[in-house]
């Protein structure tokens, strides 16, 4: 259980951050919101100090992922994220957010979200792709218009299997930093097509920490979910819903503490403090880990928890990838960076992870790239 005494545990949720200057960002056709690469333009010079320790870690960048010659033929060479997840089929699906079909940000056929399929098993050589959701291009998993007067464009927050079923978690975006609400999608053919679910979530729920969100299916037949706001300022909250109730938003439990108890089903108190981006829960090996850009210090960081409502604070954290500054990468520090989801077929000692990076001030690289970690679970 996490100890209600620790001195990093929040009381109360943090006040709202102020709304992002959206012009700052602005790339392509005027109102475009790009990927969820917002705040990207942190360097090192602005980055928190104290990374946590990487002792015995190996860090390896096997490849990039996108781009010309990778995804061409997918027209879709600008993209990011790349969501893996093992379909009903066997195959893993990789979901991007805003796509784009030549080598720059902006450049033609604006699409959110996209999916690959991939039928890799040899992770160590490399994901290769197999096909694309919608044919020889990657087409839009649903049909809408981006830039409409209701929202911008609208970006996976995280997809998970159960049984022969995938279930879309989605963010619904107008602007910046805006969300207008949140979704569950699904799919019963293994992501070649996508159904709306019914399920949507109010962008203010829970104190707009319920936005951008990771979830994995326990063996007790919940599904876990760690949640924050879209905006990589605030911490992390905790709720479990019965998988087979997962499209029914009034079966969310949140966890909270409140007279010297956790509980389920009290207010949902943050579990770790901290500016969360992009997160990746799921279980490996009988524990539970937990991956996501941490905005505030610039890197991607990972747990390992017995449990999701162990002490996240005293539980086994790394740091697995620094951010970087262009010109000076390598392996291990990687320039405006974010993502960091786990590939299926990894271990604790041989992670494998989708990682981001946009270079904000030439609008390319915009990609999806790879790398491994050896030795996380020591």
Not at 17 to 38: C, E, H, K, Y
Not at 62 to 69: A, C, H, R, Y
Not at 70 to 90: C, Q
């Amino acid at each position: 259980m996490i100890d209600p005494h620790s001195p990093r545990l929040p009381h109360s949720h943090a006040a709202h951050p102020p709304r992002i200057d959206r012009s700052t960002f602005l790339r392509g056709s005027a109102g475009v919101l790009l990927g969820s690469g917002f705040l990207l333009g942190t360097s090192p010079s602005t980055a928190a100090a104290g990374p946590a320790p990487r002792e015995g870690l190996e860090v390896t960048k096997v490849g990039d992922l996108t781009g010309p010659g990778l995804t061409t033929r997918f027209r879709m060479e600008a993209t990011d994220l790349g969501i893996p997840v093992r379909t009903p089929d066997g195959r893993t699906l990789f979901v991007f957010g805003d796509s784009f079909e030549d080598a720059v940000v902006g450049g033609g056929w604006w699409r959110s979200p996209t999916a690959l399929y991939s039928t890799t098993t040899d992770l160590e050589a490399g994901v290769e792709w197999s096909g694309a959701v919608g044919g020889e291009a990657a087409e839009q998993l649903w049909d809408y218009d981006h830039d409409n007067p209701v929202f911008t464009t609208v970006l996976p927050s995280d997809v998970i299997t159960i049984g022969d079923t995938m279930y879309l978690h989605a963010m619904v975006n107008k602007g910046l930093g805006n969300v207008v609400w949140t979704e569950i999608w699904r799919s019963d053919d293994s992501g070649a097509t996508w159904v709306h679910t019914g399920a949507h979530f109010d962008a203010d729920l829970h104190d707009g920490l319920f936005q951008l969100l990771t979830w994995a299916e326990g063996d007790d037949g919940y599904v876990y979910v760690y949640s924050t706001a879209f905006t990589r300022s605030r911490p992390i909250i905790l709720h479990r819903v019965p998988s087979s109730a997962i499209a029914d938003p009034g079966a969310y439990e949140p966890w909270g503490y409140r007279d010297g108890v956790w509980d389920w089903g009290l207010p949902p108190t943050p579990v770790l403090d901290g500016a969360f981006g992009e997160m990746c829960l799921r279980p490996l090996e009988g524990r539970w880990v937990l991956t996501w850009f941490n905005a505030g210090d610039y890197r991607i960081d990972g747990i390992i928890a017995d449990t999701p409502t162990a002490n996240l604070y005293t539980a086994h954290r790394r740091t697995l990838i620094h951010g970087g500054a262009w010109g000076e990468e390598d392996d291990s520090h990687v320039a405006q960076l974010y993502g960091g989801y786990i590939i299926p077929g990894s271990t604790l000692d041989d992670l494998h992870l989708t990682v981001s990076q946009w270079n904000t001030d030439h609008d390319w690289p915009y990609r999806v790239m790879q790398h491994r970690i050896r030795g996380f679970g020591s």
